[in-house]
């Protein structure tokens, strides 16, 4: 029952903002590329700029990994110059889609989380984790590792320059001033985080997104689900989580933007029950950006869920 209600939840949640979706246009001139989550669709923008038109089939908020293809989605995909797609099972019910487009000579299939896995050099595969929990793959939240984006930034030059050739210097013009900005967004990161003591680098959050962060900013990460949000949140999760809370004395517990909250606000009430306190800080962004002036790009989102964890932070010293 439990679970039939979370899938009705999920489904009602994810058709309110499916309806604030744009009608996909085709736009004569330019590289149309569909790119799945909105994460992917502004690295396309970044190094595309005014030479492309981009398409998101999954808006703000949406999970990708529940994410069912609708059929005004095949118009976008079927039009495409060029489809954009995360990789590494992140959208795992479209998997079988793609590996069919990416059959038809005429189609474009670009998959960041494939490039990185068979083209890449050893020491950056070496950054992907491994999940046995997760059918043995690789966890697919590979963004939150700069070094792992700049290089999903580099796979999406080599195609734009590969279907238009006649403007690639001005695609490698657009790569090299966004890896300036992702520096610049790494090394903000590393002082922004420096207030935060070593032994207190804990984040508790939904479900599995976090790793890639908690690796690149030497934070022990801990969550309710795995890496896919299909799996169930069980008693004995919760129970796990709220040890590790109370064993390190960890200040605050976040919630997610694409997860429902009560995933979360279970483990606060645990905590209350024990009579232990804990703030729950902002909803973190974790498989999907948002569609406001101050988290609707990359670097936006990743430098507001920073803000989000030291402003939990902050508030746990006052509790």
């Keep these: 029952m439990k679970k039939l209600l979370k899938t009705l939840i999920v489904f009602i949640f994810g058709a309110i903002l499916v309806s604030c979706q744009p009608r996909y246009q085709y736009i004569e001139d330019k590289i149309n590329i569909t790119a799945t989550t909105n994460v992917m669709a502004d690295l396309a923008n970044e190094i ?5 038109s981009v ?23 079927n039009k495409a110059d060029m489809i954009l797609v995360s990789g590494l ?3 795992g019910k479209m998997t079988s889609i793609f590996e069919s487009y990416d059959k038809q000579s005429n189609k474009f299939v670009l998959s960041i989380g494939n490039k990185i896995l068979s083209e890449s050099s050893d020491e950056l595969k070496s950054l992907l984790i491994e999940d046995e929990n997760f059918g043995g793959n690789y966890d697919p ?4 590792d700069i070094d792992l984006y700049k290089e999903a930034a580099k796979y999406v030059f080599e195609a734009l320059k590969e279907l238009d050739n006649t403007n690639a210097s001005y695609y490698e013009g657009r790569l090299n001033n966004y890896l300036l900005e992702l520096n610049t967004l790494n090394e903000e990161i590393i002082l922004n985080l420096s207030s935060i003591e070593n032994t207190d680098r804990f984040l508790i959050t939904a479900h599995d ?23 169930e949140v069980s008693p004995s999760d919760i129970r796990e989580v709220v040890s590790v809370v109370k064993e390190h004395n960890v200040k605050a517990i976040f919630p997610e933007t694409s997860v429902p909250v009560e995933t979360i606000t279970s483990v606060k009430e645990a905590l209350s029950r024990d009579g232990y306190d804990v703030v729950v800080g902002g ?18 989102m990743y430098l507001k869920n920073v803000n989000i964890i030291l402003k939990a932070f902050d508030e746990s010293k006052g509790a």
Aim: proline share 3%.
């Design 48 to 52: 595309g700029g005014e030479n492309v």
């Design 283 to 300: 909803n973190l962004y974790s498989d999907s950006l948002g569609d406001s002036d101050d988290d609707n790009t990359y670097i936006k």
């Design 209 to 231: 997104a976090f790793q890639y962060f908690g690796n690149k900013y030497d934070f022990k990460v801990y969550s309710l689900q795995g890496l896919s949000t299909e799996d």
């Design 55 to 77: 398409y998101a089939l999954m808006a703000a908020g949406i999970d990708p990994h529940q994410y069912i293809a609708r059929p005004s989605d095949y118009t976008a995909l």
């Design 89 to 91: 099972n992140l959208e």
């Design 141 to 144: 939240h590979f963004w939150f």
